[in-house]
């Protein structure tokens, strides 16, 4: 269909709970739009793997996934079960792209969504599919990233990580 525009941090659209699709078929385009804008996003800044449908300003509960080669299209994901066990990372986001973010993520979830026939089915999650899925299931809550910081010490610019990170190694 299209590229759309991503919206950016301080958008208080970003801050609205998506809600419910009704007719998991009416949502075809919007899933195109979704697909479109994270393959112009791969290409413009080389990662990215996830975008929910409020980030194009579409605040219905639906998120579009390209993982190892795999689309994934969740319309009403909604947690099944998260496991007690958790991690830390850096995670990044699309509407903040020049941003990391030090958080807490589980370590596996289940969820369950509808497809586009509107039949329902369930996802089993792990390490960085799960913290995937858990960013953006967070997005369809109007929660960010930033939201979840450790403390103050865990933002950094991706400038600065990088930099970091290849002095460490």
């Given amino acids: 269909m299209a590229v759309q525009r991503i919206l950016q941090l301080g958008d208080p659209v970003l801050r609205q709970v998506s809600a419910a699709v009704d007719q998991p078929a009416a949502v075809s385009a919007l899933l195109a739009d979704l697909s479109d804008t ?44 998260r496991s007690p066990e958790t991690f830390e990372l850096w995670d ?51 929660v960010l990233a930033v939201d979840r910081a450790e403390n103050c010490l865990s933002l950094s610019t991706r400038e600065e990580f990088l930099r970091i990170k290849v002095t460490q190694e």
């Fill in 38 to 81: 994270l393959a112009a996003f791969r290409r413009t800044h080389g990662f990215g793997r996830g975008i929910s449908a409020i980030q194009i300003g579409d605040a219905r509960r639906v998120i579009f996934l390209h993982v190892d080669g795999s689309p994934y299209e969740l319309i009403n994901p909604q947690y099944l079960e």
């Fill in 92 to 142: 990044d986001c699309f509407s903040f792209p020049n941003l990391m973010v030090r958080l807490r993520r589980h370590t596996a979830v289940r969820l369950k969504y509808q497809d586009r026939s509107g039949a329902w089915r369930e996802l089993d999650a792990r390490d960085a599919f799960a913290e995937l899925i858990q960013h953006e299931m967070d997005h369809l809550d109007g």
